[in-house]
């Protein structure tokens, strides 16, 4: 079965702290997503990663392929980043080409 | 502003009914994906559309059906509306079949 399964469920910090969300999946992918959804319902796209590393501002996304596995860094976290961070993969081959499948989100809280 | 366009924002109907979600995707964007968020069940891949035809699907249940039409927006149609059809109803965009994701602000469904 093609999973994803991310890491923690939940998260609080201290504003300032580095935090890093984790992301594992079962088989190969085309790609990888990572998205924000802030409370209300809206889902930002924040990167799409095939390979290696990526950054934007304070936040960096690096995918390990072989070992299946992506990681979301924020530095310097701030009590706006507080949101849910969901993890999306789109399945490379098989039955399930094209399928999109997401993990279960990490809940972020950061506190001033 | 994502570019991607949801209609309705927010649908209350009743069981048995029968609802119709819009989705316009981003100028030039030829594929449109929706998806399902459920208080239980996080976010489900439901189906997609590239340039007019299905290309994946996903666990969309036989009541619910969509298209993408020739001026490349979707409809997506629930039918027999039951009240675990609940959810907040995604929909995004992408230029081409697995790319970066453009997501609209959602379409939530409360069926009484």
């Known amino acids: 079965k093609n999973e994803v399964e991310q890491s923690p469920q939940n998260l609080t910090a201290q504003e300032g702290e580095f935090i890093t969300i984790n992301c594992s999946y079962s088989?190969?992918?085309?790609?990888l997503h990572w998205l924000q959804q802030h409370p209300g319902g809206g889902i930002v796209s924040l990167f799409m990663?095939?390979?290696g590393k990526k950054k934007h501002g304070r936040l960096i996304a690096t995918i390990n392929i072989q070992e299946k596995h992506s990681s979301l860094h924020i530095t310097a976290s701030h009590p706006r980043d507080s949101a849910v961070y969901i993890c999306a993969v789109f399945w490379a081959g098989g039955t399930s080409y094209g399928k999109l499948t997401f993990g279960q989100g990490t809940i972020l809280t950061v506190h001033p | 502003d994502s570019g991607v366009t949801q209609t309705p924002k927010h649908l209350i109907t009743a069981t048995g009914q029968r609802v119709t979600l819009r989705c316009s995707p981003r100028s030039g964007d030829l594929s449109v994906y929706w998806y399902q968020q459920s208080l239980d069940q996080g976010l489900q891949f439901l189906i997609q559309y590239y340039n007019g035809e299905e290309r994946a699907k996903g666990n969309i249940l036989e009541r619910f059906s969509a298209q993408q039409f020739p001026d490349l927006h979707s409809e997506l149609n629930l039918s027999s509306l039951e009240l675990g059809d609940s959810a907040l109803y995604f929909c995004?965009?992408?230029?081409?079949?697995?790319?970066?994701?453009?997501f609209g602000e959602g379409s939530r469904l409360t069926v009484l």
């Open positions: 088989v190969g992918i085309s790609a």
């Open positions: 995004a965009s992408s230029v081409g079949q697995n790319g970066e994701l453009f």
């Open positions: 990663l095939s390979s």
